[in-house]
């Protein structure tokens, strides 16, 4: 498995590579957003693990001019900050998980082990709900036959929900089967997809098909 680290201070890139390649992860450090972005571009990667606070292109960036290329490599973030809204930032740009600083090398090891776990689960087949169709093969989303642009992770929680169409899926089931880690009951993460799926969706005149379930959280319409 190959993952590049970009990160701007040498000590904690060279202290993540140990800790990959001890794993015998293959890593590649680069030290700014501009390279790491161009890697990503150019380059075949499992996984990138990147830190927000980088010179030039910050992380936030790098990621959603990733995504905007049409990179899909899972990203893992990393921020020093703590806030909410920084956590919230790096998802809405492209990032399929954070990781705040300081942090010890068993979380970061088991964050980058649940990336690729999700990344390798097998896609078949197709599936519809109303004029909503996901094809799982081909990894791209439809509603009455227009095309819905989602980010890797939107797209994974897209189908969850469709695979079981009309029932209540809880926050913390949500988290588990998409993020595989424990829920925080105080993280909205799954909240944030949902209404970045709802966007999406409602552009093309499907805003109601995700219906929050009031004390539970989220089911598609059957």
């Keep these: 498995m190959r993952v590049l680290v970009v990160e701007d201070n040498a000590a904690v890139g060279d ?34 693990v990147v830190d927000v606070g980088l010179p030039g292109i910050d992380g936030f960036t790098l990621a959603r001019n990733a995504r905007a290329a049409g990179v899909q490599t899972p990203i893992l973030m990393l921020t020093a900050r703590d806030a909410v809204e920084d956590r919230v930032a790096g998802l809405e740009c492209g990032a399929d998980d954070y990781l705040v600083k300081p942090f010890v090398e068993e979380e970061l090891i088991a964050r980058v082990g649940a990336i690729l776990r999700r990344a390798d689960r097998p896609l078949l087949g197709v599936l519809d709900v109303g004029a909503l169709r996901v094809d799982l093969a081909a990894r791209n989303v439809t509603y009455e036959g227009k095309p819905v642009p989602l980010g890797a992770t939107e797209f994974r929680l897209l189908e969850f929900l469709a695979r079981n169409a009309g029932i209540a899926l809880s926050r913390a089931h949500i988290v588990e089967r998409i993020w ?21 969706l409602g552009k093309l005149g499907a805003s109601g098909i995700i219906e929050t379930v009031w004390g539970i ?6």
């Design 15 to 48: 202290s993540i590579a140990r800790m990959l390649e001890a794993r015998r992860y293959v890593t590649n450090v680069v030290a700014d957003g501009a390279t790491g972005l161009d890697h990503l571009v150019s380059r075949s990667y499992d996984v990138a």
């Design 180 to 200: 595989d880690y424990d829920f925080d009951g105080s993280s909205n993460i799954v909240d944030v997809y949902v209404s970045q799926l709802r966007r999406k």
């Design 217 to 222: 959280g989220y089911r598609i319409k059957a």
